[in-house]
């Protein structure tokens, strides 16, 4: 069975940086895009950052020049290194991999950006 397991979250002050990871437990195959959401409290979910299986990225206006999102196809992992964190980025963040056939979901990890 597959399970993506997260971590890298926790508290850092305005300014400072975090680097989240999310690893599949089991094998996936025909993976065509990994990528990251987040949700806020009384917000909606909205996607953060996205990366192909052959290196194209996208990332949410907000983030645009403070996050980086990567991959390691053969393992199947996903990474977001976040700099220049704001209050606003507070958020639950999840990560996916997406499949020809479906998408997988990881349980979330907690990041605060507070003083």
């Known amino acids: 069975q597959v399970q993506l397991v997260e971590s890298g979250g926790g508290l850092v002050q305005p300014g400072g940086s975090l680097r989240l990871s999310c690893a599949a437990s089991g094998s996936i195959f025909s993976v065509v895009a990994m990528g990251w959401y987040r949700q806020a409290p009384g917000k909606e979910r909205e996607l953060v950052a996205r990366?192909?299986?052959?290196?194209?990225?996208n990332y949410a206006d907000s983030v645009k020049g403070r996050f980086t999102i990567s991959r390691d196809n053969a393992k199947n992992t996903v990474y977001l290194q976040m700099n220049s964190l704001k209050a606003e980025d507070t958020a639950v963040y999840y990560c996916i991999i997406d499949t020809v056939y479906r998408g997988y979901w990881g349980q979330g990890t907690q990041v605060t950006v507070s003083s």
């Open positions: 990366i192909t299986s052959r290196g194209m990225t």
